[in-house]
């Protein structure tokens, strides 16, 4: 699984940017896909994930109301927007995949992809 991810950019608070996340791979059938961000000086953590089958979608609290993620089974395209931008939004955020049970969702994927930068100005 070979994933692209690309959005990133430099916007004010309130802001918005729509992260895309290309997977190479043509059946995702089974796949949860899943968007991590890294602030400097932090671990790794998980943001929003989404069942390739059926589309059901999980938010980390920090973003609950802010970020929808979403995907389009025909491009092979997962899509994090991102709204009300905040300044501790500033990470390197990055795409994932993995056949994760339902406890697994928010855990680190098996295959990721490269990070794109987001940074929220105040």
């Known amino acids: 699984v070979q994933l692209q991810a690309c959005g990133g950019g430099s916007v004010q608070a309130g802001g918005s940017l729509r992260l895309s996340c290309v997977a190479s791979?043509?059946?995702?059938?089974?796949?949860?896909m899943k968007w991590f961000r890294q602030a400097p000086g932090t671990e790794r953590e998980f943001v929003a994930a989404?069942?390739?089958?059926?589309?059901?979608?999980y938010y980390a609290d920090s973003v609950k109301g802010r970020f929808t993620i979403s995907r389009d089974n025909a491009k092979n395209t997962v899509y994090l927007q991102m709204n009300s931008l905040k300044p501790e939004d500033t990470a390197v955020y990055y795409c994932?995949?993995?056949?994760?049970?339902?406890?697994?969702?928010?855990?680190?994927?098996?295959?990721w992809g490269q990070g794109t930068q987001v940074t929220v100005s105040s």
């Open positions: 994932g995949a993995d056949r994760s049970t339902l406890s697994e969702v928010r855990s680190e994927p098996n295959y």
């Open positions: 791979t043509g059946n995702f059938v089974g796949y949860t």
């Open positions: 989404i069942r390739w089958s059926g589309g059901r979608t």
